[in-house]
Protein backbone atom coordinates (compact mmCIF):
# COMPACT_ATOMS: atom_id res chain seq x y z
CA UNK A 1 0.00 0.00 0.00
CA UNK A 2 1.27 2.92 -0.74
CA UNK A 3 1.42 6.08 1.59
CA UNK A 4 -0.79 8.70 2.87
CA UNK A 5 -2.05 11.21 4.98
CA UNK A 6 -4.65 9.83 7.85
CA UNK A 7 -7.25 12.42 9.32
CA UNK A 8 -10.39 12.09 11.20
CA UNK A 9 -13.17 14.10 10.44
CA UNK A 10 -15.00 15.89 13.59
CA UNK A 11 -18.53 16.11 12.13
CA UNK A 12 -20.31 16.20 8.53
CA UNK A 13 -19.19 19.74 7.87
CA UNK A 14 -15.52 19.10 8.76
CA UNK A 15 -15.65 15.98 6.50
CA UNK A 16 -16.67 18.31 3.68
CA UNK A 17 -14.13 20.68 4.08
CA UNK A 18 -11.11 18.61 4.00
CA UNK A 19 -12.61 16.40 1.01
CA UNK A 20 -13.13 19.74 -0.55
CA UNK A 21 -9.32 21.35 0.19
CA UNK A 22 -7.67 18.15 -1.31
CA UNK A 23 -9.34 16.66 -4.87
CA UNK A 24 -7.41 13.27 -3.95
CA UNK A 25 -8.72 12.43 -1.05
CA UNK A 26 -11.13 9.92 -0.15
CA UNK A 27 -13.62 9.26 2.79
CA UNK A 28 -13.14 5.84 4.69
CA UNK A 29 -15.91 4.12 6.46
CA UNK A 30 -15.60 0.40 6.64
CA UNK A 31 -12.75 0.24 3.60
CA UNK A 32 -13.81 -3.14 2.30
CA UNK A 33 -13.49 -1.73 -0.88
CA UNK A 34 -11.03 0.90 -0.68
CA UNK A 35 -8.30 -1.02 1.65
CA UNK A 36 -8.26 -3.87 -0.98
CA UNK A 37 -8.19 -1.23 -4.15
CA UNK A 38 -5.34 0.52 -2.51
CA UNK A 39 -3.67 -2.69 -1.92
CA UNK A 40 -3.84 -3.13 -6.00
CA UNK A 41 -2.23 0.30 -6.69
CA UNK A 42 -5.79 1.11 -8.19
CA UNK A 43 -6.52 3.40 -5.94
CA UNK A 44 -3.92 5.41 -4.46
CA UNK A 45 -5.24 8.69 -1.92
CA UNK A 46 -3.10 11.31 -0.35
CA UNK A 47 -5.76 11.16 2.50
CA UNK A 48 -8.10 9.07 3.74
CA UNK A 49 -10.41 11.22 5.47
CA UNK A 50 -11.89 8.65 8.72
CA UNK A 51 -15.67 9.16 8.88
CA UNK A 52 -16.50 5.77 10.55
CA UNK A 53 -16.78 7.89 13.76
CA UNK A 54 -19.62 10.26 12.85
CA UNK A 55 -23.13 9.62 14.21
CA UNK A 56 -24.61 8.58 11.08
CA UNK A 57 -25.43 4.81 12.51
CA UNK A 58 -29.36 5.47 13.09
CA UNK A 59 -32.44 3.73 11.64
CA UNK A 60 -35.27 5.97 12.45
CA UNK A 61 -38.65 6.55 10.95
CA UNK A 62 -39.90 9.44 8.56
CA UNK A 63 -42.86 11.54 9.31
CA UNK A 64 -44.43 9.79 6.16
CA UNK A 65 -44.29 6.98 6.99
CA UNK A 66 -40.91 5.48 5.39
CA UNK A 67 -37.59 4.54 6.83
CA UNK A 68 -34.42 6.69 7.19
CA UNK A 69 -31.02 4.60 7.12
CA UNK A 70 -27.59 5.90 7.96
CA UNK A 71 -24.61 6.43 6.08
CA UNK A 72 -22.85 4.03 8.76
CA UNK A 73 -25.32 1.86 9.79
CA UNK A 74 -23.41 -1.20 8.69
CA UNK A 75 -24.69 -4.13 6.13
CA UNK A 76 -25.57 -6.89 9.01
CA UNK A 77 -27.09 -4.61 11.42
CA UNK A 78 -29.50 -3.43 8.23
CA UNK A 79 -30.07 -6.64 7.18
CA UNK A 80 -31.55 -7.89 10.40
CA UNK A 81 -32.83 -4.75 11.91
CA UNK A 82 -36.47 -5.92 13.23
CA UNK A 83 -37.94 -3.42 10.93
CA UNK A 84 -36.27 -4.18 8.07
CA UNK A 85 -36.48 -7.77 8.31
CA UNK A 86 -40.72 -6.93 8.22
CA UNK A 87 -41.62 -4.25 6.48
CA UNK A 88 -38.73 -4.16 4.08
CA UNK A 89 -37.70 -8.38 3.62
CA UNK A 90 -35.97 -7.86 -0.13
CA UNK A 91 -33.42 -5.38 1.24
CA UNK A 92 -32.72 -7.18 3.94
CA UNK A 93 -32.73 -10.58 1.84
CA UNK A 94 -30.52 -8.67 -0.96
CA UNK A 95 -27.75 -7.83 1.63
CA UNK A 96 -27.67 -11.66 3.28
CA UNK A 97 -27.36 -12.48 -0.43
CA UNK A 98 -23.81 -10.20 -0.51
CA UNK A 99 -20.32 -10.63 0.94
CA UNK A 100 -19.86 -12.91 3.64
CA UNK A 101 -20.40 -12.67 7.49
CA UNK A 102 -17.42 -10.62 8.00
CA UNK A 103 -17.98 -8.01 5.13
CA UNK A 104 -21.40 -7.29 6.30
CA UNK A 105 -20.08 -6.68 9.63
CA UNK A 106 -17.74 -3.84 8.12
CA UNK A 107 -19.55 -2.75 5.01
CA UNK A 108 -21.39 0.60 5.95
CA UNK A 109 -24.68 1.47 3.93
CA UNK A 110 -23.02 4.56 2.12
CA UNK A 111 -20.14 2.62 1.20
CA UNK A 112 -21.99 -0.02 -0.62
CA UNK A 113 -23.69 2.25 -2.75
CA UNK A 114 -20.14 3.39 -3.69
CA UNK A 115 -18.43 0.16 -4.00
CA UNK A 116 -16.29 0.07 -7.52
CA UNK A 117 -16.86 -2.84 -10.33
CA UNK A 118 -15.28 -6.04 -10.22
CA UNK A 119 -14.26 -6.21 -13.69
CA UNK A 120 -11.31 -8.28 -13.36
CA UNK A 121 -9.34 -5.00 -16.06
CA UNK A 122 -10.59 -2.72 -13.51
CA UNK A 123 -8.34 -4.48 -11.24
CA UNK A 124 -5.14 -5.14 -13.17
CA UNK A 125 -2.87 -2.20 -13.35
CA UNK A 126 -1.50 -3.80 -16.29
CA UNK A 127 -3.97 -3.49 -18.38
CA UNK A 128 -5.63 -0.86 -19.80
CA UNK A 129 -9.09 0.49 -18.58
CA UNK A 130 -11.00 3.14 -19.08
CA UNK A 131 -12.78 3.55 -15.46
CA UNK A 132 -8.89 3.50 -14.09
CA UNK A 133 -7.41 5.40 -16.46
CA UNK A 134 -9.81 7.39 -18.55
CA UNK A 135 -8.83 7.45 -22.63
CA UNK A 136 -6.19 4.37 -21.95
CA UNK A 137 -8.76 1.68 -23.28
CA UNK A 138 -11.46 -1.00 -22.47
CA UNK A 139 -9.81 -4.58 -22.58
CA UNK A 140 -12.85 -6.41 -21.09
CA UNK A 141 -14.36 -5.74 -24.90
CA UNK A 142 -12.62 -8.60 -26.42
CA UNK A 143 -11.04 -9.95 -23.36
CA UNK A 144 -12.28 -12.14 -20.69
CA UNK A 145 -16.12 -10.53 -20.33
CA UNK A 146 -18.04 -13.57 -18.38
CA UNK A 147 -19.26 -11.17 -15.82
CA UNK A 148 -19.35 -7.86 -17.86
CA UNK A 149 -22.89 -5.97 -18.56
CA UNK A 150 -25.05 -6.77 -21.27
CA UNK A 151 -27.22 -3.40 -20.59
CA UNK A 152 -26.59 0.31 -21.07
CA UNK A 153 -22.89 -0.76 -22.50
CA UNK A 154 -20.51 1.92 -24.17
CA UNK A 155 -17.45 1.66 -26.28
CA UNK A 156 -15.59 3.08 -23.55
CA UNK A 157 -16.70 0.28 -20.67
CA UNK A 158 -18.94 -2.70 -19.69
CA UNK A 159 -18.33 -2.66 -16.35
CA UNK A 160 -21.06 -3.92 -13.99
CA UNK A 161 -21.83 -1.97 -10.50
CA UNK A 162 -21.37 -5.21 -8.19
CA UNK A 163 -23.87 -4.74 -5.48
CA UNK A 164 -26.72 -6.58 -4.23
CA UNK A 165 -28.31 -4.23 -1.22
CA UNK A 166 -28.72 -1.31 -4.69
CA UNK A 167 -30.88 -3.03 -6.57
CA UNK A 168 -33.15 -4.09 -3.74
CA UNK A 169 -32.72 0.20 -3.38
CA UNK A 170 -33.69 0.59 -6.81
CA UNK A 171 -36.66 -1.99 -6.54
CA UNK A 172 -37.88 -0.22 -3.63
CA UNK A 173 -37.65 3.74 -5.02
CA UNK A 174 -35.03 4.85 -2.19
CA UNK A 175 -33.43 8.22 -2.00
CA UNK A 176 -29.91 8.85 -0.92
CA UNK A 177 -29.25 11.88 1.05
CA UNK A 178 -26.31 13.84 0.40
CA UNK A 179 -24.35 16.80 1.94
CA UNK A 180 -21.56 18.78 -0.21
CA UNK A 181 -19.94 21.75 -0.03
CA UNK A 182 -23.01 23.53 -1.51
CA UNK A 183 -25.80 22.61 0.97
CA UNK A 184 -27.54 19.22 1.33
CA UNK A 185 -30.04 17.36 -1.58
CA UNK A 186 -31.38 14.04 -2.01
CA UNK A 187 -30.76 11.75 -5.10
CA UNK A 188 -33.31 9.16 -6.23
CA UNK A 189 -32.02 5.72 -6.28
CA UNK A 190 -32.16 5.22 -10.41
CA UNK A 191 -30.30 8.53 -10.94
CA UNK A 192 -27.35 7.72 -8.44
CA UNK A 193 -25.58 5.77 -10.46
CA UNK A 194 -24.56 6.39 -14.23
CA UNK A 195 -24.17 4.60 -16.94
CA UNK A 196 -20.61 4.83 -18.80
CA UNK A 197 -21.24 6.74 -21.90
CA UNK A 198 -17.57 8.59 -22.26
CA UNK A 199 -16.71 9.15 -18.80
CA UNK A 200 -16.86 5.50 -17.33
CA UNK A 201 -14.48 6.88 -14.36
CA UNK A 202 -17.40 8.04 -12.60
CA UNK A 203 -19.56 5.83 -10.97
CA UNK A 204 -21.75 8.10 -9.16
CA UNK A 205 -23.54 11.52 -10.10
CA UNK A 206 -21.99 12.72 -7.03
CA UNK A 207 -20.49 16.05 -7.15
CA UNK A 208 -16.97 16.60 -5.74
CA UNK A 209 -16.97 16.80 -1.66
CA UNK A 210 -20.33 15.54 -1.53
CA UNK A 211 -20.77 12.80 1.14
CA UNK A 212 -23.46 10.31 1.46
CA UNK A 213 -25.24 11.06 4.72
CA UNK A 214 -28.48 8.36 4.75
CA UNK A 215 -30.31 6.38 2.26
CA UNK A 216 -34.48 6.71 2.96
CA UNK A 217 -36.90 3.97 2.48
CA UNK A 218 -40.68 5.28 1.33
CA UNK A 219 -43.41 3.61 3.05
CA UNK A 220 -44.00 0.76 0.96
CA UNK A 221 -42.36 -2.12 1.62
CA UNK A 222 -43.95 -5.08 -0.72
CA UNK A 223 -43.31 -6.90 2.29
CA UNK A 224 -46.04 -9.77 1.29
CA UNK A 225 -44.64 -10.21 -2.62
CA UNK A 226 -40.46 -9.88 -3.21
CA UNK A 227 -38.11 -12.09 -3.90
CA UNK A 228 -34.21 -11.27 -4.23
CA UNK A 229 -33.00 -14.35 -6.72
CA UNK A 230 -29.45 -14.36 -6.86
CA UNK A 231 -27.37 -16.38 -9.75
CA UNK A 232 -23.96 -16.77 -9.42
CA UNK A 233 -20.89 -19.12 -9.96
CA UNK A 234 -20.85 -20.81 -6.03
CA UNK A 235 -23.73 -20.80 -3.92
CA UNK A 236 -22.36 -18.27 -1.80
CA UNK A 237 -19.91 -15.70 -1.04
CA UNK A 238 -20.01 -14.78 -4.97
CA UNK A 239 -20.96 -11.94 -6.75
CA UNK A 240 -24.20 -12.15 -9.05
CA UNK A 241 -23.78 -13.15 -12.41
CA UNK A 242 -27.58 -12.02 -12.68
CA UNK A 243 -29.81 -11.44 -10.23
CA UNK A 244 -33.74 -9.97 -9.71
CA UNK A 245 -35.56 -7.64 -6.99
CA UNK A 246 -38.87 -8.33 -7.43
CA UNK A 247 -41.84 -6.86 -5.68
CA UNK A 248 -44.99 -7.08 -6.74
CA UNK A 249 -48.21 -5.78 -5.23
CA UNK A 250 -51.03 -8.63 -6.24
CA UNK A 251 -55.09 -7.73 -5.61
CA UNK A 252 -57.36 -10.17 -6.70
CA UNK A 253 -55.13 -12.43 -8.52
CA UNK A 254 -54.19 -8.87 -10.85
CA UNK A 255 -50.58 -7.45 -10.62
CA UNK A 256 -51.30 -3.64 -9.24
CA UNK A 257 -47.77 -2.55 -9.26
CA UNK A 258 -44.62 -4.38 -10.02
CA UNK A 259 -40.93 -3.36 -9.62
CA UNK A 260 -38.24 -5.04 -10.93
CA UNK A 261 -34.63 -4.41 -10.71
CA UNK A 262 -31.52 -6.49 -12.30
CA UNK A 263 -28.03 -6.56 -10.83
CA UNK A 264 -24.85 -7.81 -12.55
CA UNK A 265 -26.22 -6.63 -16.29
CA UNK A 266 -25.16 -3.27 -16.26
CA UNK A 267 -23.20 -0.22 -15.06
CA UNK A 268 -26.19 0.16 -12.38
CA UNK A 269 -29.16 -1.56 -11.26
CA UNK A 270 -31.34 -1.84 -13.68
CA UNK A 271 -34.75 -0.53 -14.26
CA UNK A 272 -37.19 -0.69 -17.27
CA UNK A 273 -40.54 1.67 -16.88
CA UNK A 274 -41.69 -0.06 -19.98
CA UNK A 275 -40.92 -4.03 -18.72
CA UNK A 276 -42.93 -2.87 -15.19
CA UNK A 277 -45.83 -1.55 -17.16
CA UNK A 278 -46.06 -4.68 -19.02
CA UNK A 279 -47.15 -6.12 -15.76
CA UNK A 280 -49.62 -3.28 -14.61
CA UNK A 281 -52.75 -4.24 -14.30
CA UNK A 282 -52.22 -8.30 -15.88
CA UNK A 283 -53.65 -11.30 -14.32
CA UNK A 284 -50.70 -13.13 -12.22
CA UNK A 285 -49.40 -15.25 -15.31
CA UNK A 286 -46.22 -16.98 -17.08
CA UNK A 287 -47.27 -15.41 -20.35
CA UNK A 288 -46.93 -11.97 -18.66
CA UNK A 289 -43.76 -12.50 -16.58
CA UNK A 290 -42.18 -13.94 -20.14
CA UNK A 291 -43.17 -10.68 -21.84
CA UNK A 292 -42.30 -8.46 -19.38
CA UNK A 293 -38.33 -10.17 -18.91
CA UNK A 294 -38.22 -10.20 -22.48
CA UNK A 295 -39.73 -6.43 -23.11
CA UNK A 296 -36.36 -5.53 -20.23
CA UNK A 297 -33.54 -7.71 -22.23
CA UNK A 298 -34.90 -6.33 -25.69
CA UNK A 299 -31.58 -4.09 -25.75
CA UNK A 300 -29.04 -6.47 -24.26
CA UNK A 301 -25.68 -7.10 -26.17
CA UNK A 302 -23.39 -9.83 -25.20
CA UNK A 303 -19.68 -9.38 -25.43
CA UNK A 304 -18.69 -13.12 -26.24
CA UNK A 305 -18.31 -14.93 -22.99
CA UNK A 306 -21.32 -13.33 -21.17
CA UNK A 307 -24.08 -13.73 -24.41
CA UNK A 308 -25.15 -16.40 -22.01
CA UNK A 309 -26.94 -13.72 -19.60
CA UNK A 310 -29.31 -12.66 -22.17
CA UNK A 311 -30.98 -15.82 -21.24
CA UNK A 312 -30.04 -16.43 -18.22
CA UNK A 313 -31.42 -13.19 -17.01
CA UNK A 314 -34.88 -14.06 -19.15
CA UNK A 315 -34.92 -17.21 -17.46
CA UNK A 316 -34.30 -15.60 -13.64
CA UNK A 317 -36.30 -12.93 -13.78
CA UNK A 318 -39.56 -15.36 -14.67
CA UNK A 319 -38.54 -17.55 -12.02
CA UNK A 320 -38.30 -14.28 -9.52
CA UNK A 321 -41.75 -12.94 -10.36
CA UNK A 322 -43.18 -16.67 -9.77
CA UNK A 323 -41.54 -16.75 -6.63
CA UNK A 324 -42.81 -12.89 -5.79
CA UNK A 325 -46.07 -13.84 -6.95
CA UNK A 326 -46.44 -16.82 -4.76
CA UNK A 327 -45.28 -15.26 -1.72
CA UNK A 328 -42.51 -17.79 -1.06
CA UNK A 329 -39.06 -15.97 -1.90
CA UNK A 330 -35.92 -17.00 -2.43
CA UNK A 331 -34.63 -18.25 1.13
CA UNK A 332 -30.46 -16.74 1.70
CA UNK A 333 -29.68 -19.89 3.38
CA UNK A 334 -31.40 -23.21 1.70
CA UNK A 335 -30.07 -22.23 -1.45
CA UNK A 336 -32.52 -24.63 -4.01
CA UNK A 337 -34.51 -22.60 -6.06
CA UNK A 338 -38.20 -22.60 -5.91
CA UNK B 1 6.20 9.96 7.82
CA UNK B 2 3.10 9.89 9.87
CA UNK B 3 2.32 7.90 13.09
CA UNK B 4 -1.22 7.50 15.05
CA UNK B 5 -1.56 6.66 18.36
CA UNK B 6 -4.24 4.17 18.95
CA UNK B 7 -5.72 2.57 22.20
CA UNK B 8 -6.66 -0.88 21.17
CA UNK B 9 -8.24 -3.42 24.08
CA UNK B 10 -6.25 -6.39 22.92
CA UNK B 11 -7.36 -10.08 24.62
CA UNK B 12 -8.27 -8.17 27.74
CA UNK B 13 -5.10 -6.35 27.46
CA UNK B 14 -4.91 -2.54 27.00
CA UNK B 15 -2.28 -1.75 24.51
CA UNK B 16 -1.20 1.37 23.30
CA UNK B 17 0.50 1.47 19.89
CA UNK B 18 2.19 4.30 17.45
CA UNK B 19 1.72 3.16 13.69
CA UNK B 20 1.71 4.19 10.15
CA UNK B 21 -1.73 4.84 8.87
CA UNK B 22 -1.68 2.24 6.30
CA UNK B 23 -1.01 -0.42 8.80
CA UNK B 24 -3.60 -2.94 8.57
CA UNK B 25 -5.10 -4.69 12.08
CA UNK B 26 -3.98 -8.11 10.82
CA UNK B 27 -0.69 -6.90 10.43
CA UNK B 28 -0.59 -4.61 13.70
CA UNK B 29 -1.41 -7.81 15.50
CA UNK B 30 1.08 -10.05 13.69
CA UNK B 31 3.96 -7.93 13.10
CA UNK B 32 3.88 -5.17 16.15
CA UNK B 33 2.10 -7.65 19.16
CA UNK B 34 2.77 -10.86 18.06
CA UNK B 35 -0.23 -12.11 18.17
CA UNK B 36 0.68 -14.53 15.19
CA UNK B 37 -2.21 -17.04 15.87
CA UNK B 38 -4.58 -14.55 13.47
CA UNK B 39 -3.25 -15.13 9.70
CA UNK B 40 -2.75 -13.89 6.44
CA UNK B 41 -4.35 -15.50 3.64
CA UNK B 42 -5.10 -13.72 0.66
CA UNK B 43 -4.83 -10.24 2.41
CA UNK B 44 -7.87 -9.14 0.48
CA UNK B 45 -10.52 -10.29 2.27
CA UNK B 46 -11.65 -13.62 0.26
CA UNK B 47 -10.16 -16.30 2.26
CA UNK B 48 -11.37 -15.36 5.87
CA UNK B 49 -8.05 -16.19 7.45
CA UNK B 50 -7.30 -13.17 9.62
CA UNK B 51 -10.58 -12.96 11.18
CA UNK B 52 -10.79 -11.34 14.58
CA UNK B 53 -13.88 -9.99 16.78
CA UNK B 54 -13.74 -6.35 16.57
CA UNK B 55 -16.44 -5.51 19.99
CA UNK B 56 -17.62 -9.51 19.47
CA UNK B 57 -18.38 -9.65 16.20
CA UNK B 58 -16.12 -11.39 13.18
CA UNK B 59 -14.79 -8.93 10.68
CA UNK B 60 -11.45 -9.63 7.92
CA UNK B 61 -8.51 -7.80 9.91
CA UNK B 62 -6.91 -7.80 6.51
CA UNK B 63 -9.20 -5.51 4.81
CA UNK B 64 -9.47 -2.90 7.86
CA UNK B 65 -6.48 0.33 8.97
CA UNK B 66 -5.58 -0.24 12.23
CA UNK B 67 -5.84 3.16 13.31
CA UNK B 68 -9.22 2.98 12.68
CA UNK B 69 -10.23 1.59 16.09
CA UNK B 70 -9.15 3.51 18.81
CA UNK B 71 -10.71 2.30 21.84
CA UNK B 72 -12.26 -1.29 20.40
CA UNK B 73 -11.97 -4.57 21.87
CA UNK B 74 -10.44 -7.13 19.86
CA UNK B 75 -10.55 -10.85 20.66
CA UNK B 76 -7.59 -12.74 18.65
CA UNK B 77 -7.56 -16.75 18.52
CA UNK B 78 -5.48 -16.05 21.52
CA UNK B 79 -8.10 -15.01 23.57
CA UNK B 80 -10.56 -17.39 23.45
CA UNK B 81 -9.55 -20.03 25.97
CA UNK B 82 -10.18 -19.34 29.25
CA UNK B 83 -7.73 -20.42 32.31
CA UNK B 84 -6.09 -22.77 29.94
CA UNK B 85 -9.48 -24.10 29.36
CA UNK B 86 -9.99 -24.08 25.73
CA UNK B 87 -13.32 -22.86 24.19
CA UNK B 88 -16.02 -25.46 23.70
CA UNK B 89 -15.68 -24.62 20.33
CA UNK B 90 -12.05 -24.87 20.15
CA UNK B 91 -12.43 -28.63 21.60
CA UNK B 92 -15.08 -29.46 19.57
CA UNK B 93 -12.58 -28.76 16.56
CA UNK B 94 -10.12 -31.19 18.00
CA UNK B 95 -12.89 -33.54 18.98
CA UNK B 96 -14.58 -33.82 15.33
CA UNK B 97 -10.79 -33.23 13.53
CA UNK B 98 -11.85 -30.21 12.01
CA UNK B 99 -9.15 -29.14 10.42
CA UNK B 100 -6.22 -30.78 7.82
CA UNK B 101 -3.69 -28.06 7.55
CA UNK B 102 -4.76 -26.08 10.12
CA UNK B 103 -4.18 -22.69 8.43
CA UNK B 104 -7.53 -21.47 8.47
CA UNK B 105 -8.57 -22.74 11.78
CA UNK B 106 -8.02 -19.57 13.99
CA UNK B 107 -10.27 -17.90 11.79
CA UNK B 108 -13.00 -20.52 11.65
CA UNK B 109 -12.99 -20.63 15.24
CA UNK B 110 -13.75 -16.93 15.41
CA UNK B 111 -16.15 -16.65 13.06
CA UNK B 112 -17.99 -20.11 14.72
CA UNK B 113 -17.94 -18.47 18.08
CA UNK B 114 -19.63 -15.51 16.76
CA UNK B 115 -22.21 -17.53 15.05
CA UNK B 116 -22.60 -19.31 18.37
CA UNK B 117 -23.01 -16.43 20.51
CA UNK B 118 -25.63 -14.21 17.80
CA UNK B 119 -27.55 -17.74 17.90
CA UNK B 120 -29.71 -17.03 13.92
CA UNK B 121 -27.57 -20.17 12.36
CA UNK B 122 -29.46 -22.71 13.53
CA UNK B 123 -29.60 -25.66 11.03
CA UNK B 124 -26.81 -27.40 8.84
CA UNK B 125 -27.51 -24.78 5.73
CA UNK B 126 -27.61 -21.67 8.45
CA UNK B 127 -24.03 -22.49 9.54
CA UNK B 128 -22.42 -22.97 6.00
CA UNK B 129 -24.47 -19.88 5.00
CA UNK B 130 -22.81 -17.77 7.89
CA UNK B 131 -18.87 -19.38 7.49
CA UNK B 132 -18.92 -18.90 4.30
CA UNK B 133 -16.39 -16.06 4.82
CA UNK B 134 -14.09 -18.85 5.90
CA UNK B 135 -12.67 -20.75 3.06
CA UNK B 136 -10.50 -24.51 3.88
CA UNK B 137 -8.56 -25.83 1.29
CA UNK B 138 -8.26 -28.57 2.80
CA UNK B 139 -11.91 -28.90 2.05
CA UNK B 140 -12.25 -30.30 5.61
CA UNK B 141 -16.24 -28.54 5.34
CA UNK B 142 -18.06 -31.16 6.60
CA UNK B 143 -16.36 -31.56 10.24
CA UNK B 144 -16.21 -27.74 10.62
CA UNK B 145 -20.13 -27.69 10.33
CA UNK B 146 -19.84 -31.11 12.49
CA UNK B 147 -18.43 -29.20 14.96
CA UNK B 148 -19.70 -25.91 15.51
CA UNK B 149 -22.99 -28.25 15.53
CA UNK B 150 -21.92 -29.84 18.71
CA UNK B 151 -20.59 -27.05 20.23
CA UNK B 152 -24.18 -25.16 19.53
CA UNK B 153 -25.74 -28.59 21.74
CA UNK B 154 -22.84 -27.84 24.42
CA UNK B 155 -23.39 -24.32 25.01
Redo the contacts between chains.
Keep these: MNSFQYSRAQDIADAVRQSAADSSARFIAGGTNLVDLMKYDVERPTRLIDISHLPLRAVEETSNGGLRIGALVLNSDLAWHPQVKDRYPLLSSAILAGASTQLRNMASTGGNLLQRTRCLYFYDVATPCNKRKPGSGCSAIGGVNRINAILGTSEACIATHPSDMCVALAALDATVHVTGPHGVRTIPMADFHRLPGDTPERDTNLESGEIVTAVELPAHGFRTNYTYLKIRDRLSYAFALVSVAAALEIDNGAIRQARLALGGVAHKPWRDPEAEAVLAGQPVEQDTFARAAKVILRDAKGYGHNDFKIDLAQRTIIRALNQAAQGTPQSQSDKRIA | ?2 K ?1 SVALLINGDRTQLEI ?3 T ?1 LLDALRDRLHLTGTKKGC ?3 QC ?1 AC ?1 VL ?1 NG ?4 AC ?3 A ?2 HDGAEITTVEGLARDGVLHPVQQAFIDHDAFQCGYCTSGQIC ?1 AV ?2 LREG ?2 R ?1 R ?2 I ?7 ICRCGAYPNIVTAIEEAMKAT
Excluded at chain 2, 57 to 60: D, V
Aim: glycine content about 8%; charged content about 20%.
Design positions: MQVAPWTDHGGTLRPINLTLVMSALRATDERETMSGN
